[in-house]
């Protein structure tokens, strides 16, 4: 019978049985990854969160500096919970040509090590464009990282190209692809799926297109939105899938949990946005739940960079990066500023209590901020 | 120090606060500097539910009327204030302040906080005329006048703090908020705010009010130039203040924000020294020590207006118990570019959504309606 180290009471059982396998460092099933989500027991979470990033990531906490591309907001899907997209010819559409897609690449700050490139599903571009887009950013920036096109956009090049997924990525990495972001994977449950996104490739899809990539040595992420009309049954589900994949590929870099944005959308709920109680849960959970993932990311330009920073206690070990011109989030009305200095960011992680390394996209360390007053 | 006698030194302090003991400011200070963030919201949470077992988290229905913006403090921390030749500088009318008032009461407002900028034209009998003109007019809960306000009417009245307080209460004043406290230490005032009023005299402002049973609340505001020892030294002072006098309903930790200000602008361009503004986790750690610090302070507030509503929920697990205002009127920090809006729906939710059960309170802290 284990007692809560700070009240002296015993604990529950089912969280009781719950945490011991924590500390054990067995794995947890879904139904206790469900039974966390209800608990409110935020510290106990915290705790074990914090014990299960600590086992893999120490008090190290990444930030990569990168520069985010996101070429056209024309999109043939029109997800519903989507205020970025845009239909061609529409008010507010866009499309960058290859000349300012470089122009935007050559604006970005030196010490970028990551271009980050996602976009619309372009109803008239030939894969083509993307892949001579890959190959003229390589040419002129040969040293830093393309992690480009989301699961979604690789199956559309697929089939706008009638070639297999893996194809379709073997192309895509000759011209100079370095690994895949995780997006567009939403929750992967059908009923929920077809009610949000009906449009869009199936989790059964998206987890395939993974696996391809995986298969020919590319890296990924995967994300999970969260807190539109999902249940907590669903996002559990949704991880499951993400553990199981990653058990058989081991391809999977972080997870990211991204909460739902509201405006601008066409879903409605009865809060504006997540609470600050269920990202923090949300968070710890999956850090708790992803046994196999080493990181859990909290995308700071949704989360807001002070719970970005409350969550590196709630198992968060990475806060991405300082993005220059996010245009998907602010489409949906995050109040975020678009940028964060590395100063910032720096600032953000130490106050916290932990050490702050700036990663390249593989999550090789650049640098680490060991001191108290680092010069940078 | 060695190690152990390190964590024995943390150890016997969470066994005072468990065993529901006085910390000193050592004990303070120790938590404040080596203790991590959990264990902190652990120790706030369990004191907060020692105090409110009823699991309530309350909030108040209220407008913010800032009468008028000309203030001849002008201190370097402020977004709000304008001198009386800017072309922002503002008083508002009489009637505009009864049209406000209306639309609050049209709304449930219980509670009018009424604040402005030291104006030198504004005198006690423009005060006494005004209060007794909204009492004849509205049932309202009138929260006026901060320390700062006070100390100056008096003194342009040649009047003692006792007499017009006394003036004032009998004019309709029932209750003061706790503002122009920033860091109750003069070292930090002297820099910040230098012509504002020393802490000794926002001390006396409230203990006269207390002893004539006027309520009032405690603020602090830090995150600007202050030290850790600094922030102690504040909520010692108030702890001392309420050992007296039991007069304050509540604290209110917030953080400085440095838009459009002069310590803002300067520590950022200035010297190559960059300024941060404090941090969630900052806020987290000084709501959770206040709470832990302030045993004889009731009520610990969560501040959405400066936090956001997720950060003030999260809050509610380190030490608050109440969401303070829904704000139907906010003007200080939104001059600061920060604008957050919540609606009371809103706030029912989140306190709901934290596993709390949400009341409306008055300004005294009586239940009006609990939200099941």
Not at chain 1, 81 to 89: T, V
Request: with cysteine; net charge neutral; proline share 3%.
């Amino acid at each position: 019978m284990s007692i809560d180290r700070l009240t002296n009471r015993p604990i529950d059982m089912p969280i009781n049985i719950i945490e011991e396998k924590v500390y054990l460092n067995k794995r947890i099933t879904p139904e206790e990854a469900i039974e966390l989500f209800y608990s409110n027991d935020i510290f106990r979470l915290g705790r074990m969160a914090s014990y299960a990033t600590e086992k893999k990531n120490k008090k190290n906490v990444y930030f990569i500096h990168n520069r985010h591309i996101n070429p056209t907001n024309i999109c043939v899907n029109r997800c519903k919970f989507c205020a970025f997209s845009k239909d061609k010819g529409e008010n507010g559409a866009y499309q960058l040509t290859l000349g300012e897609i470089l122009e935007k690449a050559r604006s970005a700050e030196k010490g970028v090590s990551e271009f980050h490139i996602v976009g619309g599903l372009h109803p008239d571009l030939p894969f083509e464009f993307y892949l001579e887009m890959l190959r003229a950013l390589k040419k002129e920036f040969s040293h830093i990282h393309i992690q480009a096109f989301t699961a979604v956009e690789i199956d559309y090049f697929s089939r706008i190209s009638a070639l297999p997924h893996k194809e379709t990525l073997l192309r895509l990495k000759e011209a100079g692809l370095g690994s895949l972001p995780g997006g567009g994977a939403e929750i992967f449950q059908a009923n929920v799926r077809n009610a949000i996104c009906e449009e869009k490739i199936s989790g059964e899809r998206w987890l395939e297109v993974m696996e391809a990539a995986h298969s020919i040595g590319l890296k990924s992420n995967a994300t999970m939105l969260y807190g539109h009309i999902e249940g907590y049954e669903d996002r559990v589900a949704h991880m499951s899938s993400l553990r199981e994949l990653q058990d058989r590929t081991g391809g999977f870099q972080a997870f990211i949990p991204l909460p739902f944005h509201p405006h601008n959308t066409r879903i409605k709920r009865r809060l504006k946005e997540t609470t600050g109680m269920d990202d923090l849960k949300t968070l710890a959970i999956s850090r708790i739940f992803l046994d196999n993932f080493d990181h859990i990311k909290a995308f700071w330009i949704m989360l807001g960079e002070k719970m970005a920073q409350v969550s590196l206690s709630f198992g968060v070990d990475d806060i991405d990066g300082t993005v220059v011109e996010e245009k998907i989030t602010h489409a949906a009305g995050a109040k975020t500023s678009e940028e964060l200095t590395k100063e910032e960011i720096i600032n953000l992680i130490q106050k916290a209590g932990k050490v702050p390394v700036e990663r390249d996209t593989l999550y090789n360390i650049i640098r680490m901020y060991e001191h108290e007053h680092s010069t940078v | 120090m060695n190690i152990a006698l390190y964590n024995n030194t943390i150890d016997s302090i969470i066994d005072k606060v468990k065993s529901s003991h006085r910390i000193s400011e050592e004990d303070a200070l120790i938590l404040f500097k080596e203790a991590d963030l959990l264990t902190l919201g652990e120790l706030a949470d369990e004191m907060r539910k020692r105090l409110h077992p009823d699991n309530m988290v309350t909030f108040v229905v209220d407008r913010n009327i800032n009468y008028t913006n000309i203030c001849i403090n002008r201190c370097k921390f402020c977004a709000f204030y304008r001198d009386r030749d800017d072309k922002e500088a503002y008083i508002i009318s009489e009637d505009e302040i009864y049209k406000k008032i209306q639309e609050a009461i049209d709304l449930d407002a219980t509670q009018i906080l009424l604040q402005g900028g030291l104006h030198p034209e504004l005198d006690i009998t423009y005060f006494e005329g005004l209060f007794k003109k909204i009492k004849n007019r509205f049932n309202i809960h009138l929260h006026a006048l901060s320390p700062p306000e006070i100390n100056y009417i008096a003194r342009q009245a040649g009047l003692t703090i006792k007499e017009a307080l006394i003036k004032l209460k009998a004019a309709g004043l029932d209750s003061i908020p706790g503002g122009g406290a920033e860091i109750l230490i003069d070292r930090v005032r002297n820099l910040i705010s230098p012509r504002k009023i020393k802490s000794a005299e926002w001390a006396e402002v409230m203990l006269e009010a207390h002893r004539l049973g006027i309520p009032t609340t405690a603020t602090m505001m830090f995150g600007s130039i202050e030290t850790p020892e600094d922030i102690i030294g504040h909520l010692s002072l108030i702890r001392d203040m309420q050992d007296k006098a039991s007069g304050f309903t509540a604290f209110i930790p917030w953080s400085f924000q440095p838009g459009n200000t002069e310590i803002g602008s300067k520590r950022v361009k200035g010297h190559g020294s960059y300024f941060y503004a404090a941090t969630g986790v900052d806020y987290l750690k000084i709501l959770a020590l206040s709470r832990i610090f302030l045993d004889n302070f009731k009520n610990i507030q969560a501040s959405w207006v400066t936090q956001g509503a997720k950060l003030a929920q999260a809050a509610l697990r380190f030490g608050a118990n109440d969401m303070g205002s829904t704000m139907l009127e906010e003007n200080v920090v939104a001059a600061a570019g920060v604008s957050f809006r919540i609606s009371k729906d809103e706030l029912i939710a989140i306190i709901k959504d934290a596993g709390f059960m949400p009341a409306q309170r008055n300004t005294v802290y009586q239940i009006m309606k609990v939200f099941n």
